[in-house]
T-cell receptor, first 115, second 113 residues
Protein backbone atom coordinates (compact mmCIF):
# COMPACT_ATOMS: atom_id res chain seq x y z
CA UNK A 1 0.00 0.00 0.00
CA UNK A 2 1.53 3.29 -1.08
CA UNK A 3 2.21 5.86 1.63
CA UNK A 4 1.50 9.58 1.66
CA UNK A 5 3.20 11.29 -1.26
CA UNK A 6 4.19 14.93 -1.22
CA UNK A 7 5.50 16.87 -4.19
CA UNK A 8 7.82 18.52 -4.76
CA UNK A 9 10.34 17.44 -2.12
CA UNK A 10 12.34 20.66 -2.37
CA UNK A 11 11.40 24.13 -3.53
CA UNK A 12 13.22 27.44 -3.66
CA UNK A 13 11.25 30.65 -4.06
CA UNK A 14 11.82 34.37 -3.59
CA UNK A 15 9.90 36.80 -1.39
CA UNK A 16 6.57 37.89 -2.81
CA UNK A 17 6.07 34.80 -4.96
CA UNK A 18 3.40 32.19 -4.37
CA UNK A 19 3.71 28.43 -4.14
CA UNK A 20 1.47 25.37 -4.37
CA UNK A 21 2.32 22.12 -2.61
CA UNK A 22 0.64 18.81 -3.33
CA UNK A 23 -0.28 15.84 -1.17
CA UNK A 24 -1.64 12.44 -2.21
CA UNK A 25 -3.01 10.57 0.82
CA UNK A 26 -3.12 6.84 1.39
CA UNK A 27 -5.91 5.26 -0.64
CA UNK A 28 -9.17 5.30 1.33
CA UNK A 29 -8.08 8.01 3.76
CA UNK A 30 -10.53 10.90 3.87
CA UNK A 31 -8.74 13.29 6.21
CA UNK A 32 -5.72 15.31 5.10
CA UNK A 33 -3.94 17.69 7.47
CA UNK A 34 -1.12 20.12 6.80
CA UNK A 35 1.62 21.17 9.22
CA UNK A 36 4.52 23.58 9.22
CA UNK A 37 7.68 22.42 10.96
CA UNK A 38 10.53 24.74 11.90
CA UNK A 39 13.47 24.12 14.28
CA UNK A 40 12.29 26.75 16.74
CA UNK A 41 8.54 26.13 16.78
CA UNK A 42 8.30 22.42 16.11
CA UNK A 43 5.18 21.14 14.36
CA UNK A 44 2.36 23.64 13.94
CA UNK A 45 -1.07 22.80 12.60
CA UNK A 46 -2.19 24.64 9.46
CA UNK A 47 -5.53 23.06 8.51
CA UNK A 48 -7.42 19.81 8.12
CA UNK A 49 -9.64 18.78 5.25
CA UNK A 50 -12.19 16.01 5.45
CA UNK A 51 -14.33 15.00 2.47
CA UNK A 52 -13.40 18.19 0.61
CA UNK A 53 -14.40 20.47 3.50
CA UNK A 54 -12.04 22.40 5.73
CA UNK A 55 -12.76 20.99 9.16
CA UNK A 56 -10.22 22.87 11.23
CA UNK A 57 -7.77 25.71 10.85
CA UNK A 58 -4.68 26.68 12.79
CA UNK A 59 -3.51 30.14 13.74
CA UNK A 60 -1.90 31.15 10.45
CA UNK A 61 -2.55 34.20 8.26
CA UNK A 62 -4.90 34.09 5.29
CA UNK A 63 -1.91 33.80 2.94
CA UNK A 64 -2.01 30.11 3.75
CA UNK A 65 -4.88 28.29 2.08
CA UNK A 66 -5.71 24.81 0.95
CA UNK A 67 -8.23 22.61 -0.72
CA UNK A 68 -9.11 18.96 -1.10
CA UNK A 69 -10.35 17.27 -4.22
CA UNK A 70 -12.96 14.53 -4.61
CA UNK A 71 -10.19 11.87 -4.75
CA UNK A 72 -8.92 13.18 -1.35
CA UNK A 73 -5.75 14.64 -2.87
CA UNK A 74 -4.97 18.00 -1.34
CA UNK A 75 -3.07 21.13 -2.24
CA UNK A 76 -1.74 23.90 -0.06
CA UNK A 77 -1.08 27.40 -1.37
CA UNK A 78 1.00 30.14 0.17
CA UNK A 79 0.82 33.59 -1.40
CA UNK A 80 3.11 36.59 -1.01
CA UNK A 81 5.90 34.48 0.43
CA UNK A 82 7.94 35.84 3.35
CA UNK A 83 11.36 34.77 4.61
CA UNK A 84 9.69 33.32 7.70
CA UNK A 85 7.75 30.87 5.56
CA UNK A 86 10.91 28.82 5.07
CA UNK A 87 10.08 25.49 6.66
CA UNK A 88 9.31 21.83 6.15
CA UNK A 89 5.65 21.45 5.20
CA UNK A 90 4.20 18.09 6.17
CA UNK A 91 1.00 16.46 5.06
CA UNK A 92 -0.69 13.67 7.02
CA UNK A 93 -3.64 11.49 6.15
CA UNK A 94 -5.93 9.32 8.25
CA UNK A 95 -9.04 7.23 7.74
CA UNK A 96 -11.22 9.57 9.77
CA UNK A 97 -10.73 12.96 11.42
CA UNK A 98 -7.24 13.77 12.73
CA UNK A 99 -8.19 13.79 16.41
CA UNK A 100 -9.71 10.31 16.37
CA UNK A 101 -8.02 7.24 17.80
CA UNK A 102 -6.75 6.31 14.35
CA UNK A 103 -3.10 7.08 13.57
CA UNK A 104 -2.05 9.77 11.14
CA UNK A 105 0.35 8.81 8.37
CA UNK A 106 2.80 11.51 7.36
CA UNK A 107 4.54 12.17 4.09
CA UNK A 108 8.21 13.12 4.02
CA UNK A 109 7.36 16.76 3.45
CA UNK A 110 8.24 19.58 1.10
CA UNK A 111 11.27 21.63 2.11
CA UNK A 112 10.48 25.24 1.16
CA UNK A 113 13.28 27.79 1.15
CA UNK A 114 12.60 31.49 0.62
CA UNK A 115 15.43 33.69 -0.66
CA UNK B 1 -3.75 27.45 27.38
CA UNK B 2 -3.24 23.90 26.13
CA UNK B 3 0.40 22.90 26.18
CA UNK B 4 2.60 19.83 25.78
CA UNK B 5 6.03 19.93 27.40
CA UNK B 6 8.67 17.32 26.63
CA UNK B 7 11.86 16.58 28.49
CA UNK B 8 14.71 16.34 28.07
CA UNK B 9 15.21 18.49 24.98
CA UNK B 10 18.02 16.22 23.87
CA UNK B 11 19.65 13.04 25.10
CA UNK B 12 22.74 10.99 24.24
CA UNK B 13 22.91 7.34 25.29
CA UNK B 14 25.16 4.40 24.50
CA UNK B 15 23.92 1.68 22.20
CA UNK B 16 22.24 -1.11 24.15
CA UNK B 17 21.18 1.13 27.05
CA UNK B 18 17.60 1.97 28.00
CA UNK B 19 16.13 5.45 28.20
CA UNK B 20 12.89 7.20 29.14
CA UNK B 21 11.43 10.32 27.57
CA UNK B 22 8.84 12.44 29.37
CA UNK B 23 5.73 14.29 28.22
CA UNK B 24 3.57 16.52 30.43
CA UNK B 25 0.41 18.09 29.09
CA UNK B 26 -2.32 20.49 30.11
CA UNK B 27 -4.73 19.72 27.25
CA UNK B 28 -8.33 19.46 28.34
CA UNK B 29 -10.62 17.78 27.57
CA UNK B 30 -8.37 14.85 26.73
CA UNK B 31 -9.03 12.44 23.89
CA UNK B 32 -5.79 10.57 23.21
CA UNK B 33 -2.01 10.87 23.41
CA UNK B 34 0.38 9.87 20.65
CA UNK B 35 4.09 9.30 20.36
CA UNK B 36 5.81 9.77 17.01
CA UNK B 37 9.34 9.05 15.85
CA UNK B 38 10.83 11.38 13.26
CA UNK B 39 14.06 10.48 11.51
CA UNK B 40 16.11 13.32 10.06
CA UNK B 41 14.69 14.43 6.73
CA UNK B 42 11.61 12.19 7.02
CA UNK B 43 8.04 12.61 8.20
CA UNK B 44 6.94 11.45 11.67
CA UNK B 45 5.93 7.82 12.11
CA UNK B 46 3.33 6.79 14.67
CA UNK B 47 4.62 4.63 17.55
CA UNK B 48 1.60 4.46 19.86
CA UNK B 49 -1.81 6.02 20.46
CA UNK B 50 -3.28 5.80 23.96
CA UNK B 51 -6.75 6.73 25.14
CA UNK B 52 -7.84 7.76 28.61
CA UNK B 53 -8.40 4.19 29.77
CA UNK B 54 -5.02 2.83 28.67
CA UNK B 55 -2.07 2.91 31.07
CA UNK B 56 0.56 1.12 29.01
CA UNK B 57 1.05 0.32 25.35
CA UNK B 58 3.99 -1.36 23.65
CA UNK B 59 5.32 -1.40 20.12
CA UNK B 60 8.37 -3.64 19.97
CA UNK B 61 11.13 -2.08 22.09
CA UNK B 62 9.00 1.05 22.66
CA UNK B 63 6.67 1.18 25.68
CA UNK B 64 4.49 4.18 26.39
CA UNK B 65 2.76 4.86 29.70
CA UNK B 66 -0.02 7.28 30.48
CA UNK B 67 -1.20 8.72 33.79
CA UNK B 68 -4.30 10.72 32.93
CA UNK B 69 -4.68 11.91 36.53
CA UNK B 70 -1.30 13.64 36.63
CA UNK B 71 -1.38 14.34 32.87
CA UNK B 72 1.97 12.70 32.29
CA UNK B 73 3.23 10.21 29.74
CA UNK B 74 6.55 8.53 29.21
CA UNK B 75 8.16 6.63 26.34
CA UNK B 76 10.61 3.95 27.37
CA UNK B 77 13.09 2.57 24.83
CA UNK B 78 14.67 -0.76 25.68
CA UNK B 79 18.05 -1.97 24.42
CA UNK B 80 18.58 1.05 22.21
CA UNK B 81 19.92 0.70 18.68
CA UNK B 82 21.68 3.19 16.43
CA UNK B 83 18.49 3.39 14.35
CA UNK B 84 16.65 4.79 17.37
CA UNK B 85 18.50 8.08 16.85
CA UNK B 86 15.66 10.45 15.98
CA UNK B 87 13.32 13.10 17.34
CA UNK B 88 10.44 11.79 19.46
CA UNK B 89 7.32 13.90 19.46
CA UNK B 90 4.44 13.75 21.92
CA UNK B 91 1.04 14.86 20.61
CA UNK B 92 -2.15 15.25 22.64
CA UNK B 93 -5.60 15.28 21.08
CA UNK B 94 -8.18 17.52 22.68
CA UNK B 95 -9.91 20.78 21.88
CA UNK B 96 -7.70 23.84 21.97
CA UNK B 97 -9.70 26.37 20.02
CA UNK B 98 -7.81 26.44 16.78
CA UNK B 99 -6.57 22.89 16.58
CA UNK B 100 -7.60 19.59 18.04
CA UNK B 101 -3.97 18.43 18.28
CA UNK B 102 -1.32 19.99 20.51
CA UNK B 103 2.29 19.12 19.70
CA UNK B 104 5.34 18.96 21.92
CA UNK B 105 8.61 20.26 20.51
CA UNK B 106 10.19 16.84 20.71
CA UNK B 107 13.16 15.14 22.34
CA UNK B 108 16.21 14.62 20.14
CA UNK B 109 17.76 11.24 20.93
CA UNK B 110 21.24 10.28 19.78
CA UNK B 111 22.33 6.68 20.27
CA UNK B 112 26.11 6.46 20.24
CA UNK B 113 28.08 3.28 19.36
Amino acid sequence: KAGVTQTPRYLIKTRGQQVTLSCSPISGHRSVSWYQQTPGQGLQFLFEYFSETQRNKGNFPGRFSGRQFSNSRSEMNVSTLELGDSALYLCASSLVRQDSNQPQHFGDGTRLSIL
Amino acid sequence: KNQVEQSPQSLIILEGKNCTLQCNYTVSPFSNLRWYKQDTGRGPVSLTIMTFSENTKSNGRYTATLDADTKQSSLHITASQLSDSASYICVVSGHSGYSTLTFGKGTMLLVSP
